[in-house]
């Protein structure tokens, strides 16, 4: 795997880093290309509890590199349609759709700039944690483009179509504050504190039921798009799969015998 994403993985945790910190992880094709393979190695990962996406140095991701998407300048307009629209469907789609099906819980840990793909990264997570000087922007219209990575799904379902389209068509800037109060992240935290913070979220994640993590994700995911009824049973099939693990059997006695459940994940 190239240096513009990183994995790595250490005591059933995997880490995926943004890595072109001197660029500010801003996306280049090159590491659309990277991501697309790093989310492959990913998901073919069995023995993964929790996986964490963070970029390094100083920012999460400051959006696309314009820089090098200009090199496609040469092209006439037809010609540079059909290769943005290429590059996209062929790396980014598949990127996001994968991170979407994991069935461990995902969090972002964003400090500094998070903004376009880095947004759409971030609200695709499962958990948020951002550092109090972190700062965002939808970006995409400031530099005459519509949006990718799924931003026009996850941010309307987050704050509502209105906020939404306030956010994508004005791309202003905000806070950490406003990301907090809008819903954007779960946590503020001060940068000295982020990655001992994100570190317990880790801990406390991995001491808990993964096959029930799995099936929420899942029942959450597919809600949206669900009548009541058919959420209904697939809470009910749900219910009956996490019933038959270990865990259930776990969770239940612990409660009864008033201590903390030891899960197994199984």
Do not use: W
């Not at 040469?74 to 980014?92: T, Y």
């Not at 109090?132 to 987050?158: M, N, W």
């Not at 049973?233 to 009864?256: H, K, P, Q």
């Not at 201590?259 to 197994?264: G, H, L, V």
């Amino acid at each position: 795997m190239a240096d513009t994403v990183l994995l790595d993985v250490s005591n059933r945790v995997a880490t995926l880093t943004l890595n072109r910190p001197a660029q500010l992880n801003a996306l280049s094709i090159e590491m659309m290309q990277d991501l697309l393979l790093a989310v492959r190695e990913l998901r073919d990962l069995k023995d993964v509890d929790v996986i964490v996406i963070a970029g390094a140095g100083d920012h999460f991701m400051a959006g696309g590199d314009l820089k090098d998407f200009a090199t496609q300048f040469h092209l006439g307009p037809q010609a540079r349609m059909v290769a943005f629209r290429a590059i996209i469907e062929k790396h980014i789609n598949p990127a996001v759709e994968m991170l979407q099906s994991l069935h461990q819980p995902v969090i972002a840990k964003v400090r500094g700039a998070c903004a376009g793909f880095g947004l759409s990264l971030m609200l695709g997570c499962d958990l948020a944690l951002c550092a109090d000087s972190a700062k965002f922007t939808t970006a995409y219209a400031s530099i005459g483009l519509a949006a990718d990575g799924g931003l026009t799904y996850f941010l309307p379902r987050i704050v509502g179509s209105r906020k939404a389209l306030e956010l994508l068509l004005l791309a202003e800037r905000f806070d950490a504050a406003e990301a907090l109060r809008l819903g954007l992240v779960n946590r503020v935290l001060p940068s000295a504190e982020l990655d001992a913070e994100t570190d317990k979220l880790v801990a406390r994640l991995q001491a808990g039921p993964r096959e029930a993590y799995g099936e929420i994700k899942r029942l959450v995911a597919s809600s949206y798009d669900a009548q009541i009824e058919s959420q209904l049973e697939s809470e009910a099939e749900a219910f009956g799969r996490c019933s038959a693990t270990g865990d259930f059997v776990e969770g239940i006695t612990a409660f009864l015998d008033k201590r903390k459940p030891a899960f197994r994940g199984m």
